[in-house]
């Protein structure tokens, strides 16, 4: 049987991930992965997830086995969180999944079944697993622009594709903090998005991984809860990883709004269903910590606060990555990247580029040219900008740095 199996492919990111552990290189720069780090390069844990975890040991709570829809306080906390207001609720249900990853598939295998022969459009550039969840789940895929031949975020191109979308097709949005260009599209945009949906009758589905590290949480679910306001139906994927730090807890939530409770209780049959098949039932810790903090005033506050200080820091970074461009005359980097938000930066550079960044410098970035801003220490920026300078390209570039003074940088 084994010998039928043709070589798979390989997953780009950790190949990538696979590579920087055997490099020995004192400077070299892991930039590939999506995890916070704080300033000393750790991925800390939050302390209100710390505080959050004690309580729970303390009470020390039967491990029993939990519904298909796994934690119930969780699911309803996402959807306060994520929906605020009761309007919005009531048009809505949850249930608890494995992680973003999971919230994703379950959507779509609802997809597949609610619209058979829908065919879901995802971005292009689109984070690396979007099309293959979706075609795992036995669904056309199809792509629309984001940016214009240079490079550049072209709103007007990104209209013009989905106004090809048809009825019965589904549009995958990030809802904030684009992976892997960290280029949102404006509120305009956003609203003409929802026009184009009203019109045409495609659905939107959300994926929600980085809210709270982009312009704040409330700002960043401005446009998910705009849509939710203006459509009768949207889905929308939750993880819980980089705002609550929970990356090996795999915590997260689907979230659909429809017209009914009547068609609420099917969509919620529908997803337990599909989860019975692939893990039966979700992960409790990681939705227990979530739970207990979003039930407690002073840990919610002190959550918001850390987060708030995560985001600050990633802005903090990005800014300094600019300034030090700017300072090699790559000015054109340099506006390029202080465009962008969240904790993925886009450099237009082309995958030889990059290549001789990770094989020159030993910065490691994704072939495409994402780097994960939020994944260096400070002190590490003035190199990241030196190292990305040398291989731009053009008479101007700057030497790349000696060995001798990596320790410097």
């Not at 969780?74 to 207001?85: D, I």
């Not at 622009?145 to 007007?156: F, H, K, L, M, N």
Request: neutral net charge.
């Amino acid at each position: 049987m084994l010998e039928l199996l043709a070589p798979p492919p390989a997953d780009p990111l950790w190949d990538l991930a696979a590579e920087f552990a055997a490099d020995t290189r004192p400077e070299r720069l892991d930039l590939v992965l999506g995890v916070y780090r704080d300033a000393t390069g750790v991925t800390p844990v939050m302390s209100a997830v710390r505080e959050a975890e004690l309580r729970l040991a303390e009470r020390s709570a039967s491990k029993e086995y939990r519904g298909l829809s796994g934690n119930t306080a969780f699911n309803r906390a996402m959807l306060q969180e994520v929906l605020a207001t009761p309007e919005r609720t009531a048009r809505a249900t949850a249930v608890q999944t494995v992680a973003g990853t999971g919230a994703l598939r379950l959507l779509s295998d609802l997809v597949r079944r609610t619209r058979p022969g829908a065919t879901v459009w995802i971005s292009d550039p689109a984070y690396v697993n979007h099309g293959p969840i979706l075609r795992a789940a036995g669904l056309a895929v199809r792509t629309y622009r984001t940016r214009d031949a240079a490079g550049r975020p072209d709103e007007a191109a990104l209209l013009d594709d989905l106004r090809e979308a048809g009825r019965h097709d589904v549009v995958l949005l990030q809802g904030c903090c684009h992976n892997p260009t960290g280029v949102d599209p404006s509120f305009a945009c956003w609203e003409a998005l929802v026009e184009l949906a009203a019109e045409a009758g495609w659905v939107p589905f959300l994926d929600l991984a980085y809210h709270g590290l982009g312009d704040g949480f409330d700002a960043d679910l401005r446009a998910t809860r705009m849509l939710a306001d203006r459509l009768p139906e949207l889905l929308i994927a939750v993880s819980c990883s980089k705002n609550f730090g929970l990356y090996s807890d795999r915590t997260g939530c689907a979230i659909v709004l429809g017209p009914g409770a009547r068609e609420l209780r099917h969509v919620e049959t529908a997803l337990q269903n599909a989860a019975r098949t692939l893990y039966s039932m979700p992960p409790e810790h990681g939705a227990a910590v979530v739970a207990c903090i979003l039930g407690d005033e002073r840990l919610r506050a002190d959550w918001r606060a850390e987060l708030d200080a995560m985001r600050g820091r990633i802005a903090a970074n990005r800014a300094e990555l600019v300034g030090n461009l700017r300072a090699l005359d790559r000015g054109g980097l340099a506006e390029t990247l202080a465009r962008q938000k969240g904790m993925f930066s886009m450099l237009p550079l082309g995958p030889g580029q990059m290549r001789e960044l990770r094989q020159r410098h030993g910065v490691y970035g994704t072939a495409g040219g994402r780097i994960n801003i939020a994944g260096v220490a400070a002190h590490r920026i003035p190199y990241l900008a030196v190292s990305v300078a040398a291989v731009s390209g053009g008479p101007d570039a700057p030497p790349a740095p000696e060995a001798a003074a990596v320790a410097a940088l």
